[in-house]
């Protein structure tokens, strides 16, 4: 299972080899146009900092998927998953919002331990 609906550029997939195992996924050829707002802020932008834009969308949007998810970012990818492929839709939801909204994704930015963006 592969859902970008509504999503894009963001991916939702069920692994192949792991049925009931889901990973959000983020590549940096997408996180190119959100640069500035994490650079204007002192941070690279990569992964790592897509993983402090998530954990603080949880914190701020949805505290009721706290815990529901781990991540696993890399410098050029941000990867969520876990086994509960709604929790991670709605996650990629608010993503996608600050992909496409630099005041959301300044304000996410601006909410959210520093640590926790490199």
């Avoid at 970008?4 to 991916?11: A, F, V």
């Avoid at 696993?72 to 509960?84: H, K, L, N, R, S």
């Avoid at 839709?89 to 926790?116: C, K, M, N, Q, S």
């Amino acid at each position: 299972m592969t859902d970008t609906t509504g999503l894009d550029p963001l991916k939702l997939f069920e692994y192949d080899h792991k049925p009931g195992h889901f990973s959000l996924l983020l590549t940096d050829s997408s996180m190119i146009a959100s640069t500035e707002a994490f650079e204007a802020a002192g941070f690279e932008g990569g992964g790592y900092s897509w993983a402090g834009v998530a954990k603080t969308a949880i914190e701020v949007h949805a505290p009721h998927l706290d815990g529901r998810m781990g991540f696993d970012p890399e410098a050029g990818m941000f990867v969520a998953y876990g086994t509960d492929p709604e929790a991670l839709r709605e996650l990629g939801l608010l993503l996608r919002r600050a992909l496409g909204e630099p005041e959301f994704l300044a304000e996410l930015i601006a909410a959210g331990d520093p640590a926790a963006f490199d």
